[in-house]
């Protein structure tokens, strides 16, 4: 039946009301005489766009090394391997996500879009590209963080319905982009602010700007496509770069 995010956002009602946002936010652009900077980032977009996972490097080691799979918050606190959030904030992922997903929240892994080779470096200062060839089958956008987006749209108990027109399957995460960033693409832009309007990430995940990718069920090493780990002096890490560089040889940056 394929992936259950991809069908969702695969449904009429759902791309017919972010084509419509798109082509008002196409129309705004244009008609305020930014027609060409509307052309630029659309190129840069297209021709650049990547969805990052960004991970400390204990975890990235674990996954790129055991021969296991890249797993989520759910699934890693349910193995040992990582603590659980604060109350509060272990509350708020499990609403947020059961009210965008449902029933296969638990499935679920997040990444986000970036036209540079660097993610959130709020999430950790390792970077995974992923394998769009790899993660098409099973992906979807949404425009902003998921927590954010609840916010947002006031969503409680009585109002469970997920607005459309805000998420995208991945051949129509240009016009969701156009469709969040319209009010901020004119003249002015140069490509390095196409790229920071994207993804914007100081390391303070106050301050995170991004498109969220839903990758449904885990992923493997064959999702990645390149890897960037920063320079160290840690012996023991150098050891183990040392070990996924050989693993992995064409894929660091």
Same mark, same amino acid.
């Given at each position: ?28 652009? =244009? ?6 900077a509307l052309e630029a980032f659309e190129h840069c977009f297209t021709s650049k766009v990547q969805a990052v996972i960004n991970i400390k490097f204990p975890p990235l080691s674990t996954w790129l090394l055991s021969d ?49 080779? #660097?993610?959130? !470096? ?28 609840? #916010? ?16 995208? =399957? ?16 004119? =003249? ?10 994207v993804l914007f990430s100081d390391g303070n995940k106050e301050n995170d700007e991004f498109m969220e990718v839903h990758i449904y069920n885990e992923l493997s090493e064959y999702a990645v496509k390149s890897i960037n ?17 050989? !693993? ?6």
């Amino acid at each position: 039946m394929g992936a259950p995010n991809v069908n969702e956002v695969s449904a009429e009602n759902e791309i017919n009301a972010l084509e419509e946002r798109y082509n008002n936010a196409a129309e705004y652009v =244009i008609a305020n005489g930014s027609q060409t900077a509307l052309e630029a980032f659309e190129h840069c977009f297209t021709s650049k766009v990547q969805a990052v996972i960004n991970i400390k490097f204990p975890p990235l080691s674990t996954w790129l090394l055991s021969d296991d799979a890249y797993k989520n918050y759910y699934r890693l606190t349910n193995d040992g391997l990582r603590d659980i959030a604060t109350p509060e904030n272990d509350r708020k992922r499990n609403i947020v996500d059961s009210f965008l997903f449902g029933y296969y929240a638990r499935d679920m892994v997040f990444a986000a879009l970036s036209l540079k080779n #660097e993610g959130l !470096k709020s999430y950790g200062n390792c970077t995974v590209l992923l394998d769009e060839n790899i993660i098409i089958p099973r992906v979807t956008v949404i425009e902003e963080n998921s927590y954010n987006f609840a #916010e947002r749209h006031g969503i409680n108990l009585e109002k469970v319905e997920i607005p459309k027109g805000y998420r995208a =399957i991945w051949g129509n995460k240009l016009k969701l982009a156009v469709a969040k960033l319209h009010l901020q693409i004119d =003249i002015n832009c140069i490509e390095e602010d196409f790229c920071n309007l994207v993804l914007f990430s100081d390391g303070n995940k106050e301050n995170d700007e991004f498109m969220e990718v839903h990758i449904y069920n885990e992923l493997s090493e064959y999702a990645v496509k390149s890897i960037n780990i920063p320079a160290t002096t840690n012996r023991i890490q150098l050891l183990e770069i040392d070990k996924i560089k050989d !693993k992995f040889p064409a894929k660091f940056l």
